[in-house]
């Protein structure tokens, strides 16, 4: 099983791409920020608990997220690989991640980062936020989304390059050039 993290800060392209590389190779794609929007937008309890957290740009409990993501792998036993976007995003949660697969005798394959300079971050986002008018996409909110990613997710790059498995590919371009890029790294 091929268990890939698609990493970087907010805006720099993960839900595109894991969309399309999941596509590619047969892969289930997970995004953990799809999941919880989709718990609010029902009103469902975890919905409710999570909503302000997400609204004000800030990271929801490692908790919660590591309760998802077991539901995910309980429910997805038969799949040959996953596309994580947007998890693990705390040092806890890779961790425990990394508890998680080895439960099944399964370890994380690679970690592909996607580079994408701060102010490119930023105009990406308010675009988005015209485009979607996604309740997090504000200029105040993604100033904290982004002091999130440097403060608690950051870290992580460090965590996966002491186990080799961090690889990165520049997130400026063309959608079909950064994917072909991608997929270069993965079947290398
Ligand atoms: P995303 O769509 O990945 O940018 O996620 C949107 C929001 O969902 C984030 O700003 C967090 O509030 C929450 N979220 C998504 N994934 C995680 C995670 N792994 N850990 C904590 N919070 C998360």
Redesign the pocket.
């Known amino acids: 099983m091929f268990n890939l993290i698609l990493f970087g800060p907010?805006g720099a392209g993960k839900?595109t791409q894991a969309i399309k590389i999941a596509e590619k190779f047969g892969w289930k794609h997970v995004?953990?920020?799809?999941i919880?929007?989709a718990e609010v937008s029902q009103g469902t309890p975890l919905g409710l608990k999570v909503k302000a957290?997400?609204e004000a740009?800030?990271?929801?409990s490692d908790e919660l997220?590591i309760e998802i993501m077991e539901s995910v792998f309980v429910n997805n036993t038969t799949v040959s690989g996953f596309v994580l976007?947007?998890?693990?995003?705390?040092l806890k949660?890779a961790q425990e991640l990394d508890e998680m697969l080895a439960q099944h005798d399964e370890s994380v394959s690679m970690v592909l980062a996607l580079e994408v300079n701060e102010d490119e971050l930023v105009t990406r986002l308010l675009k988005r936020a015209l485009e979607q008018g996604r309740k997090?996409d504000t200029e105040e909110v993604i100033k904290n989304?982004l002091v999130?990613y440097h403060h608690h997710t950051a870290p992580l790059v460090e965590y996966y390059r002491a186990k080799n498995l961090y690889k990165e590919v520049h997130g400026v371009g063309s959608i079909d050039d950064i994917f072909a890029q991608l997929c270069s790294v993965i079947n290398a």
Do not use: K
């Open positions: 907010p839900g995004s953990t920020g799809d919880l929007r957290v997400m740009g800030h990271l929801v997220l976007d947007g998890f693990p995003r705390t949660q997090d989304r999130q």
